[in-house]
């Protein structure tokens, strides 16, 4: 299990949580982070479709700002795993945290990169993350959210400078409560 959307002044925080299938192997696994955004599309379509299981959780904004973001984080996390078609009995997740579920869970320092399992929840939160954010950009424009996905880029700050905060943003994180009229 693994999470995406941490950082972003906006959008909700994306877990996914795999059940990898040992008779289909999926190469090239990695970190989401490092692979580039067509890789990731490829792994994510790969995973979709050859796994035992997979399921996403989220957490919105509004839960964000009234928990805060690692709360929120782990609160996404628990979603995804309870969503699963088949109930695991151990879950490894990334990070020096762990969500709170029906079953022995293992956190992992940079698992994302070492482990398959969270590799492929790494890549499938964030694709389903990115996908979102290019929706938002749609519906929210001049932010840029096609682009940084959120992230407090300058380009993102001089538009909350600009636009001011939309609805799809964190009001609990520092930069857009700065700009909050």
Not at 103 to 114: M, N, Q, S
Not at 142 to 151: C, L, T, V
Request: positive net charge; aromatic residues 4%.
């Amino acid at each position: 299990m693994d999470e995406a959307g941490r950082g972003p002044l906006a959008g909700p925080v994306v877990a996914a949580a795999v059940i990898l299938d040992p008779e289909r192997p999926i190469r090239g696994l990695a970190d989401s982070k490092i692979l580039s955004p067509s890789r990731r599309e490829a792994l994510a379509e790969q995973l979709r479709t050859h796994v035992i299981a997979w399921s996403l959780g989220r957490a919105e904004v509004e839960e964000i700002d009234q928990l805060n973001i690692l709360q929120a984080s782990l609160l996404a996390m628990s979603r995804a795993v309870t969503r699963l078609a088949v109930q695991p009995t151990l879950v490894l997740v990334d990070g020096n945290r762990a969500p709170s579920v029906a079953c022995e869970v293992r956190a992992i320092v940079r698992g994302d990169a070492t482990v398959a399992e969270i590799s492929a929840a790494s890549i499938l939160a964030k694709v389903a993350r990115d996908h979102e954010m290019l929706e938002l950009d749609d519906r929210y424009p001049g932010y840029g959210f096609a682009i940084h996905k959120g992230y407090p880029t300058k380009q993102h700050l001089l538009a909350l400078r600009k636009l001011g905060v939309s609805d799809v943003h964190r009001r609990s994180f520092a930069p857009v409560r700065r700009n909050d009229r």
